[in-house]
Structure formats: C-alpha cells, structure tokens
C-alpha cells in the first residue's frame, strides 16, 4: 500500500436538490433524496474531522447549496474548524440578506457559475426561467459585499462562441478568477454528447482565446483552463492523482475519491455516518483503490507521464473502455483512442440532437424566497 | 515593485498556520500556497500599511541582510503572488 499523504481539499455536495436542471451536471444519476442528507451537526462533525486530517479547502457544492436553509451555519461550523470556505453556487437562492449572513459566518469565497452570457443561452442550458436575470443580480450583491469571485463558464458545443463574452463578464463583475471549463462527460454529460460535443475546430479556438485573453489580462483576470477532453492527446491529471488531494462526501454521508467514482461498479464506499474521515481516507478500499501507480497496467506501467497523469481519469476508463483500470482512452497510447477520436467528432457533428436536462432528487422545492 | 508601493493581502487571501503539516500557508480563493521561511517572514511584514521599502528596511535589520538582495527576492515573490491576484498593490 502506497504511504498516503494528508488530503488538501474536500467536496462539500451538501444536497443534491437545485433549481436547475443542466445537462451535463456532474450530480450521480441516481441522486441522494433530501430525507437522507446528512443533517447540520453531522455535517459540522465532519468539517472538524476535516480540519484535523489536514484538509484547507472546503468546497461547498450540491446541488445547489444555497438550497440548504443551513447554509450560514454550515459556514460558520466550517470556518471555527479552522477551513477556509467556498461556495459554488448558481446564485439562485442566494438573496441579498442571505449574502449579508454568509458574509458575518465568515464566507471566504464564491465561485458563480455562467450557463450562458444571454438570458436565451443561459436558462436553456439551465433550464431554468429567469435564473440570467437571477443571476446578474446576485453578482452585484456579491460585488457589493466584496467576496472574492470566480465566474465558472460552463462551455460545450451550444455556447463555446460566448467564451469572449464570458471572460468580459468577469472583467466587469469584479472577478478576480474565470474558471473555463469546457464540459468534462461524467454524469449527466454522457448523455448529452451528442448535444454539447464541441467539434476540434471549437476546442482549438477556445485554446487560442484563453491563450490571447491571458496575456491582455495579465494582473487583472487569472484564467484557469479546462480543455476539451476527447480532442486532446493526453489524459487530464483527474484529481490530481486518485486519493493524493481531494476527496468528496455526498449528501447522504459516503465519502468517495471523487465525484464520479459512483460510476465505478466494484468500488465500495464508507460513509461518515459510521467511521472517521481519517480512517476512511488512509485505510478505506475506494482510496487505495488506484491510489499511487502500483495498481496500473501497461501502458501506464512503464510511461514517463504515469505520475505527471496518473493514467487519467478512471470513471472515464470505466465508461468508455469498461475498465476502470484501463488507460483513459484520451491518451494517444490507449488502444481506444483512435476510436474514441472518431467518436468525438460523430458527437460533435450530430447536428440537432435535443438536451436530456438532469432529473431532481425526488422533490424538488422552490428556492427560498 | 517600486519602493513606494503598499502591498496588501486582499479579501481572501490570508496566512494559515497548518498545524497538521507544521508549515505556514497562503490560503487564497480555491488554492492553497506552501510557504517558505522566507516567504512567511515577508508576508508577514504585509500589513497593509508600510510601503515595500519599509517592509525591505525592516527585513533587512532583522535578519542582518542587504537590503538590495532582500528587495530583489521580496519582489519576485510578490509580483508572482500579484500575477495571481492574490496580493495587491496601492
């Protein structure tokens, strides 16, 4: 067994209920119902748990967090465990008195999600009405309030020609950060290849604007950059390495290497319900899973990038090579990338395919007020 | 880096001891820094206040050190963390 070392970062999903409904969200099909989230004290407990494993970053995510009517509390609970707290949110719920709350519990910080950067693009992909509008508004709250922000877009095949528009966005909100992200497909996303699969000449853009707006902007807007996964020649480095930074407790209390890892059959996951974090993340089976490079096959085996990727992203192997061991088939030295290359491109030219939007956890409330 | 210049950690960013590591950290929005002795001596002279030369001048009597080299290696270190947005300048 590898010697593991403390985790940096902990996920947060404090619910998997939100207004809206985007089809590549990262939530697992099959989602935790509101009747078996973990409830505030629980959650407070395993922040301190957290704390004393060594994690610094909290992430506070869903779902839509703000869904939880707890969230104040929760940031406060976190920020005494000594955490330093983000919120990702979509904005929707978030009002003005509820920011002012976060503010006094001691929120470091708010990542805001862009869907589009028309009320058209954004509550399509969104599927929610009025959630733009919703949105700009509670980016003046947060601007006025002064939290740090980062504007997260969202970018796949329907809106990849925002992309300058978005990065002027963050400009003008005050952001100090845009996360480009192209969409990752995991989840909900692999439904939706054929609707949000940017083509190659896409993908190839969006590198060159990122590359152009990084260096105009240098000083005023870092860029973080989430390239298109199928049309690149090299896995990503999927959570920095499996079970080395991060690791990600659901609503209902199980606590995995990373969002995905539900997709993942013969893994089986503890929840904080019965053991201590600690324990969980050196001696559960999930993390030790793929944790290190001890547990690859060729080609991983003997690749001079084994530790600069770590073989890429299992939950992908799994889903498209039916191995979670397997290479990702990004990598050129996959058996599969030939064919997943053409597969990307049949995606990205399925012209007209419809969005398949994310199902709610059983009910689905309004947001609050 | 001029010498005039106040640097000034902004809205979060802050120094963390982290007490499971035993090493001073930079906590900045979704990233967390490892500091050196040195960079913790320096940012921890950052009080939003004192120009860079003062932060310099001080430096430099406390550790018994020119001035000069701890300007030259103060800058590099801050403007990297100014490139980032994690510190800024008035």
């Known amino acids: 067994m590898t010697t593991a070392r403390p985790p940096i970062a902990m996920l947060a999903e404090l619910t998997h209920r939100c207004p809206l409904s985007c089809p590549y969200c990262s939530n697992p099909i099959e989602m935790a119902r509101q009747e078996t989230e973990l409830a505030t004290q629980d959650w407070a407990r395993v922040f301190a748990e957290a704390a004393d494993l060594g994690v610094l970053q909290l992430h506070l995510s869903g779902g839509e967090p703000a869904t939880r009517r707890d969230l104040e509390t929760l940031v406060r609970a976190a920020r005494e465990a000594g955490l330093y707290t983000n919120l990702i949110t979509s904005g929707i719920g978030l009002t003005e008195r509820r920011l002012d709350a976060l503010d006094q519990a001691g929120l470091d910080h708010v990542q805001l999600s862009l869907q589009g950067t028309t009320p058209e693009m954004a509550d399509e992909i969104g599927g929610y009405r009025g959630g733009f509008k919703r949105k700009m508004q509670v980016a003046e709250w947060i601007g006025a309030i002064g939290f740090p922000l980062t504007l997260n877009a969202v970018l796949h095949r329907r809106n990849l020609h925002q992309l300058p528009r978005a990065i002027e966005m963050a400009v003008e909100m005050g952001a100090r950060r845009i996360e480009v992200a192209t969409v990752q497909f995991h989840g909900w996303a692999l439904k939706n290849r054929d609707a949000l699969m940017p083509t190659r000449e896409q993908a190839a853009e969006a590198t060159r604007i990122v590359q152009e707006a990084r260096l105009r902007l240098k000083g005023t807007l870092v860029i973080d950059y989430v390239p298109a996964d199928y049309h690149s020649d090299y896995p990503k480095r999927c959570m920095g390495g499996w079970g080395s930074t991060g690791l990600n407790v659901t609503p209902d209390g199980q606590v995995l290497p990373c969002h995905a890892a539900q997709t993942i059959p013969h893994l089986s996951f503890d929840n904080v319900r019965d053991k201590p974090l600690s324990e969980i993340w050196y001696e559960g089976a999930a993390f030790n899973a793929y944790r290190g490079t001890d547990w690859m096959p060729e080609p991983c085996a003997s690749c001079e990038r084994k530790t600069v990727d770590f073989g890429g992203c299992r939950c992908q192997a799994m889903a498209l090579a039916g191995d979670p061991a397997a290479t990702d088939p990004v990598c050129i030295k996959s058996p599969h990338h030939v064919d997943l290359q053409a597969r990307a491109e049949a995606h990205a030219a399925a012209d007209g395919a419809a969005l398949v939007y994310r199902a709610a956890p059983g009910k689905a409330p309004e947001p609050a007020e | ?90």
């Open chain 2, 1 to 90: 880096m001029q010498e005039g210049e106040i640097p000034t950690l902004p809205r979060g960013v802050r120094l963390h001891w982290d007490r499971v590591r035993e090493t001073w950290v930079l906590l900045a929005p979704e990233r967390a820094i490892t500091l050196d002795q040195v960079g913790h001596a320096i940012l921890s002279e950052v009080d939003g206040h004192r120009s860079f030369g003062e932060i310099t001048a001080g430096l430099a009597a406390k550790y018994n050190a020119p001035q000069e080299q701890i300007a030259k290696d103060s800058a590099g270190f801050l403007g990297a963390l100014r490139e980032r947005r994690f510190l800024e300048v008035s």
